[in-house]
């Protein structure tokens, strides 16, 4: 295990986060996660610069509990079924500045219908936007239906009937306070930034990639919590994300 002071970014900094790191049970999977950290930060980027009012908001990113990426594709001809995978996230602390620690990467799978692919989407990559504990730790059940389980809000309002962007305009607090059992889902295709509806898609633990990364007796919960130590290869997702909700910040 190695120690490494995660310097705060931009002007706000006043304060670092130490993350513990720890190498892979399985070496092989080191690249995996240096990619997909890539991945995910650059997602972000896109869902944040792409512009319009379902945009993803900083202030989203600056108030949630938790984040998760997810990609998916369509997995049969004229059918509405989805196939994907993903990973999910924890805010462990965070400061008045912005600076925040994660928890390291919980890995899932993605199956059902779902993800708007009868509209005409080969695959999308998505985010989303975990507002509460219990909505973090529902990845970790297997055959948790979004939508149901979880209280989605996609960038055209599935459920609320309010689009999930203009929630990026109100305060952090405001957003805490009357959404914490929400989840906001925003999706990328093709470069642009899509209206999916993925009510009804199932997600479950990726027990094969999960036990390479923490070993056979790990509990996915523990890592949600910080008791496991992260991977230094996750730090640019960690800089991007902390990046992105200081500016949301007066």
């Given at each position: 295990?190695?120690?490494?002071?995660?310097?705060?970014?931009?002007?706000?900094?006043?304060?670092?986060?130490?993350?513990?790191?720890?190498?892979?049970?399985?070496?092989?999977?080191?690249?995996?996660l240096?990619?997909?950290?890539?991945?995910?930060?650059?997602?972000?980027?896109?869902?944040?610069?792409?512009?319009?009012?379902?945009a993803?908001?900083?202030?989203?990113?600056?108030?949630?509990?938790?984040?998760?990426?997810v990609?998916?594709?369509?997995?049969?001809?004229?059918?509405?079924?989805a196939?994907?995978?993903?990973?999910?996230?924890?805010?462990?602390?965070?400061?008045?500045?912005?600076?925040?620690?994660?928890?390291?990467?919980?890995y899932?799978?993605?199956?059902?219908?779902?993800?708007?692919?009868?509209?005409?989407?080969?695959?999308?990559?998505?985010?989303?936007?975990?507002?509460?504990?219990?909505?973090?730790?529902?990845?970790?059940?297997?055959?948790?239906?979004?939508?149901?389980?979880?209280?989605?809000?996609?960038?055209d309002?599935?459920?609320?009937?309010?689009?999930?962007?203009?929630?990026?305009?109100?305060?952090h607090?405001?957003?805490?306070?009357?959404?914490?059992?929400?989840?906001?889902?925003?999706?990328?295709?093709?470069?642009?930034?899509?209206?999916?509806?993925?009510?009804?898609?199932?997600?479950?633990?990726?027990?094969?990639?999960?036990?390479?990364?923490?070993?056979?007796?790990?509990?996915?919960?523990?890592?949600?919590?910080?008791?496991?130590?992260?991977?230094?290869?996750?730090?640019?997702?960690?800089?991007?994300?902390?990046?992105?909700?200081?500016q949301?910040?007066?």
């Amino acid at each position: 295990m190695t120690e490494a002071s995660e310097p705060a970014q931009g002007p706000f900094a006043r304060t670092s986060h130490v993350y513990e790191f720890t190498e892979p049970e399985d070496s092989s999977v080191t690249k995996h996660l240096d990619d997909d950290a890539h991945w995910a930060s650059e997602l972000i980027t896109k869902l944040v610069s792409i512009g319009g009012d379902d945009a993803m908001r900083p202030g989203i990113v600056n108030a949630c509990e938790g984040l998760a990426f997810v990609r998916a594709s369509k997995g049969g001809l004229g059918l509405t079924i989805a196939r994907g995978s993903g990973f999910v996230i924890r805010k462990l602390d965070q400061d008045r500045f912005g600076n925040s620690r994660w928890s390291a990467p919980v890995y899932f799978n993605v199956s059902q219908l779902g993800f708007g692919v009868a509209l005409g989407f080969e695959s999308a990559d998505s985010v989303l936007a975990l507002m509460s504990y219990s909505s973090i730790m529902r990845f970790t059940h297997d055959n948790t239906a979004v939508g149901t389980d979880l209280g989605l809000v996609t960038t055209d309002g599935a459920i609320s009937g309010v689009p999930a962007g203009t929630f990026g305009r109100t305060s952090h607090m405001d957003v805490q306070a009357d959404n914490t059992n929400t989840v906001f889902a925003y999706s990328v295709s093709s470069g642009l930034l899509v209206n999916l509806s993925i009510n009804g898609t199932e997600t479950s633990p990726n027990h094969t990639l999960n036990k390479k990364l923490y070993g056979n007796n790990a509990s996915m919960a523990d890592v949600l919590n910080g008791k496991i130590q992260t991977f230094r290869e996750l730090l640019p997702l960690y800089r991007k994300i902390s990046d992105t909700a200081r500016q949301a910040l007066p």
